[in-house]
């Protein structure tokens, strides 16, 4: 007798089928899982490594080198350095791109920073890396004075005073720029009688020519994008004893009080300085925008002096005159000069020049 087939034999391979489609769902949302978790892992080492770059690269503008003469080291083209950062390294490349004719005017170049990110417990190897780039101007803060005292709104004696003038760098021996001029003034002021005056350095040692407004401009400080906002100060007061050599800037007139006091850096007073007590020495530079008046008992300043330079503006400046004094000692100190624009040197990032997808250069 023949029998019809039921469905009796079709459950198991039913059964085998439905638990190998779920196997195979199962083994795919595990896969996208561990995907979607390596996508998280690199993303995150991809952002160390642009930490890591970007922190190299601030590291590197921000050191400056110096000689033994306080003179910035300018990184030399293709200099490279390598920076450990918590987390990975950075590699650093600079390269110049704009050399000028003189080399003491600012040259332009791009500091290329690769960073790579560093999992000990994944070994050595870099698990990310990221190159940034920024476009920078080296400064070398170098600034040669017409004078040991430049006195653009001119300069006459009245009376009395020990007066000493040097244009002959005091640097230490193997430091020394060439000597500058004592005194530089406008045409038509002499402080007289010079036979009382100390003075040495180029000849001739008072060199007296062109306006008010030239000699200013003579001196290569702008003026205007000085204290203009173009110079973030340290301070916007007059800070004494400070041998860090801080940037001050003062706005407007400004009474300095000495009692056997000490300054050092750069002192900018916008208006006119008023010197007062009984001694002040100071090491560095002292650029002032109206007149000095020398009204303490003893002056002595190791860098060198500006006054007038609101000449530059079209303000007409009184002149400066040297009264009943005891002493005034202005003597070119280089040394002191770079130590006062020591902050000034090195890089200045360009605006606007910052690359992060720099690959290659």
Same mark, same amino acid.
């Given at each position: 007798?023949?029998?019809?087939?039921?469905?009796?034999?079709?459950?198991?391979?039913?059964?085998?089928?439905?638990?190998?489609?779920?196997?195979?769902?199962?083994?795919?949302?595990?896969?996208?899982?561990?995907?979607?978790?390596?996508?998280?892992?690199?993303?995150?080492?991809?952002?160390?490594?642009?930490?890591?770059?970007?922190?190299?690269?601030?590291?590197?503008?921000?050191?400056?080198?110096?000689?033994?003469?306080?003179?910035?080291?300018?990184?030399?083209?293709? %200099?490279?350095?390598?920076?450990?950062?918590? #987390?990975?390294?950075? +590699?650093?490349? =600079?390269? $110049? /791109?704009?050399?000028?004719?003189?080399?003491?005017?600012?040259?332009?170049?791009?500091?290329?920073?690769?960073?790579?990110?560093?999992?000990?417990?994944?070994?050595?190897?870099?698990?990310?890396?990221?190159?940034?780039?920024?476009?920078?101007?080296?400064?070398?803060?170098?600034?040669?004075?017409?004078?040991?005292?430049?006195?653009?709104?001119?300069?006459?004696?009245?009376?009395?005073?020990?007066?000493?003038?040097?244009?002959?760098?005091?640097?230490?021996?193997?430091?020394?720029?060439?000597?500058?001029?004592?005194?530089?003034?406008?045409?038509?002021?002499?402080?007289?009688?010079?036979?009382?005056?100390?003075?040495?350095?180029?000849?001739?040692?008072?060199?007296?020519?062109?306006?008010?407004?030239?000699?200013?401009?003579?001196?290569?400080? %702008?003026?205007?994008?000085?204290?203009?906002? #173009?110079?973030?100060? +340290?301070?916007? =007061?007059? $800070? /004494?004893?400070?041998?860090?050599?801080?940037?001050?800037?003062?706005?407007?007139?400004?009474?300095?009080?000495?009692?056997?006091?000490?300054?050092?850096?750069?002192?900018?007073?916008?208006?006119?300085?008023?010197?007062?007590?009984?001694?002040?020495?100071?090491?560095?530079?002292?650029?002032?925008?109206?007149?000095?008046?020398?009204?303490?008992?003893?002056?002595?300043?190791?860098?060198?002096?500006?006054?007038?330079?609101?000449?530059?503006?079209?303000?007409?400046?009184?002149?400066?005159?040297?009264?009943?004094?005891?002493?005034?000692?202005?003597?070119?100190?280089?040394?002191?000069?770079?130590?006062?624009?020591?902050?000034?040197?090195?890089?200045?990032?360009?605006?606007?020049?910052?690359?992060?997808?720099?690959?290659?250069?």
């Amino acid at each position: 007798m023949r029998h019809i087939l039921g469905d009796d034999g079709i459950a198991l391979p039913t059964t085998i089928f439905v638990v190998t489609l779920v196997t195979i769902m199962i083994s795919a949302l595990f896969v996208r899982v561990q995907a979607d978790r390596r996508i998280g892992e690199s993303s995150g080492h991809n952002v160390d490594a642009l930490t890591i770059a970007q922190s190299g690269l601030e590291a590197y503008i921000g050191t400056v080198a110096f000689d033994a003469c306080d003179r910035p080291l300018r990184p030399p083209d293709g %200099d490279s350095v390598r920076i450990n950062i918590t #987390g990975g390294y950075a +590699d650093v490349v =600079a390269h $110049v /791109l704009r050399r000028p004719v003189d080399s003491l005017d600012t040259w332009m170049y791009v500091v290329r920073s690769t960073g790579r990110s560093i999992v000990p417990t994944l070994g050595s190897d870099p698990q990310a890396q990221r190159t940034v780039a920024q476009f920078a101007e080296w400064q070398s803060s170098t600034v040669t004075p017409p004078a040991a005292f430049t006195a653009a709104n001119g300069l006459l004696r009245t009376s009395g005073g020990n007066l000493e003038f040097r244009g002959q760098d005091q640097a230490p021996a193997g430091c020394e720029e060439p000597n500058i001029n004592a005194l530089r003034l406008p045409a038509g002021t002499d402080p007289t009688p010079r036979s009382d005056f100390v003075m040495d350095g180029a000849i001739p040692y008072i060199e007296q020519s062109d306006s008010k407004s030239q000699v200013a401009l003579e001196t290569g400080i %702008d003026w205007s994008l000085t204290i203009g906002g #173009g110079l973030v100060p +340290d301070t916007n =007061a007059i $800070v /004494l004893w400070d041998m860090s050599y801080p940037v001050m800037l003062v706005s407007g007139n400004a009474i300095l009080t000495t009692s056997n006091s000490q300054g050092f850096g750069t002192l900018i007073v916008t208006g006119d300085l008023d010197i007062q007590g009984d001694r002040l020495d100071w090491s560095g530079i002292v650029l002032v925008g109206g007149r000095i008046a020398f009204d303490a008992d003893w002056h002595e300043f190791d860098g060198f002096v500006i006054s007038g330079l609101n000449e530059q503006l079209g303000t007409s400046v009184p002149m400066g005159e040297i009264g009943t004094v005891s002493e005034i000692d202005i003597d070119y100190n280089s040394r002191y000069v770079r130590l006062a624009l020591q902050s000034l040197a090195g890089f200045a990032p360009v605006p606007n020049a910052w690359i992060d997808n720099w690959a290659t250069y």
